[in-house]
């Protein structure tokens, strides 16, 4: 018998329902925190995943890819407000050039991911900033993520997130974003409302795809 609801991996509920498929694979929908995500089944292996991660050119002496990363870097930067914090970019893939931006801004930085720089030692300090570019819809289980960010964020500091939100998405079934076989959760405003709220965060929504979080300072 195929399985009428499904347990969201952001928040624990476990009344998710079906929301979309396409000719790959099924959709479902969290009625609490409104994330978007694929069918466990259809999940890519380590392998599989690497293998498309190596295909991204990004490229640290890139115009146009610094320039798209900005959109993160200059309005993070400007709320921190000043220099030599501790920034954490995580998930930085094949070519970091996040950290390399914020270094150039007069951070310092850590780097991690879990192929392409795995450095588990950074993942036990805390930071002033973590920033994530195009990361946090690769989460097969977000819950875990978000969970290890907010242990990481000191009291006041900022989360730094690009992604593409379903805010703006009349039809989903034929949004380009999903088609990508590694992104896997997809989150609206509403989504990061829910976790602001329950979780004591600040929360700006920049653009469509860029978004800020401070941890406040009592937590």
Same mark, same amino acid.
């Given at each position: 018998m195929t399985a009428t609801t499904s347990v969201c991996p952001l928040c624990q509920d476990n009344g998710c329902r079906v929301f979309s498929s396409d000719k790959r694979r099924q959709y479902w929908r969290c009625p609490r925190c409104q994330l978007i995500f694929a069918d466990p089944s259809s999940l890519l292996d380590a392998a599989a995943e690497v293998s498309i991660y190596?295909? *991204?050119?990004n490229d640290p002496t890139d115009v146009r890819y +610094?320039?798209?990363? %900005? /959109?993160?870097?200059a309005p993070l930067q400007q709320r921190l407000a000043k220099t030599g914090l501790q920034g954490l970019d995580f998930g930085c893939g094949p070519g970091p050039t996040l950290s390399l =931006?914020?270094?150039?801004a007069g951070q310092q930085m850590s780097i991690y991911d879990p192929y392409f720089a795995d450095n588990p030692g950074v993942l036990k300090q805390q930071y002033d900033f973590i920033c994530a570019t195009e990361v946090i819809e690769h989460f097969y289980q977000p819950? +875990?993520?978000w969970r290890l960010w907010l242990q990481m964020l000191k009291p006041g500091a900022w989360l730094g997130l690009m992604t593409k939100l379903t805010d703006q998405v009349s039809d989903f079934t034929t949004w *380009?974003?999903? %088609?990508? &076989? #590694? *992104?896997v959760s997809f989150f609206s405003s509403e989504t990061f409302a829910y976790l602001? /709220? +329950?979780?004591?965060?600040?929360?700006?929504?920049? #653009? &469509?795809?860029?978004? =800020?979080?401070?941890k406040l300072a009592s937590n």
């Open positions: 190596q295909q *991204h050119q +610094r320039a798209f990363l %900005n /959109k993160l870097v =931006m914020f270094s150039e819950a +875990r993520e *380009h974003y999903k %088609n990508d &076989p #590694t *992104h602001a /709220k +329950r979780d004591g965060l600040s929360l700006e929504i920049i #653009t &469509p795809d860029v978004i =800020m979080l401070q």
